[in-house]
């Protein structure tokens, strides 16, 4: 195999030293000066140099540009466990602090999330579920509590806070309680993520 494929390339260079072509350029060389020789022998390693540096400093540009990409790609996830861990966190307590600060009204979480989701200025074409689960008495009668689960594609972390925020700012008896956020592979800048939002009001 490897002589038949050395016998081809051998093949192959002598048909290129004796084609027309390179005849014709050797003749037009061997016509030139000694100082045009020079001069064209100076301009083809010159020629040669530039081409070998754009190809390094092409790869460099490309190991660079994934070396940012592999920073905001940290970055992303850095946030996403940041926003998890608060969720964690703080879900109970919130939702208790919630429940004992105000007055009994019932609360429409789909317009919630739907006015909040413009206010995030996130494409409805982004959310993919938004199930609001009906009404019900829990401890005994004391509450009434509602949840909704929404799923969301292709957004932004910094969209994600807004909406996130302005759910549990704007609604007093609102509270995310669960949250799992995906990076996409395809896009770092993107996340996607589905959450729940818990609403438990006294009667």
Do not use: C, H
């Amino acid at each position: 195999m490897f002589d038949n494929l050395k016998y081809k390339i051998q093949e192959l260079w002598y048909n290129l030293k004796e084609s027309p072509t390179v005849e014709k350029f050797r003749s037009r060389y061997d016509s030139l000066s000694e100082r045009d020789k020079k001069l064209l022998s100076s301009g083809l390693k010159g020629l040669f140099v530039f081409i070998l540096l754009w190809i390094l400093f092409s790869f460099a540009s490309g190991i660079s540009q994934k070396e940012r990409d592999i920073d905001e790609a940290r970055r992303v996830m850095l946030k996403v466990d940041e926003l998890n861990d608060f969720v964690s966190a703080n879900r109970v307590e919130l939702q208790k602090k919630k429940s004992e600060t105000s007055g009994s009204k019932y609360v429409s979480l789909t317009d919630l999330i739907e006015k909040q989701q413009v206010a995030s200025l996130i494409n409805p074409e982004a959310r993919t579920e938004l199930k609001e689960t009906p009404k019900k008495d829990v401890e005994k009668g004391k509450y009434v509590e509602n949840t909704a689960s929404v799923k969301y594609s292709k957004i932004t972390i910094r969209q994600l806070v807004k909406l996130l925020s302005g759910i549990e700012k704007n609604e007093i008896f609102a509270v995310v309680s669960s949250l799992k956020i995906k990076r996409r592979t395809d896009d770092i800048r993107y996340i996607d993520v589905e959450f729940e939002v818990l609403a438990r009001t006294p009667k």
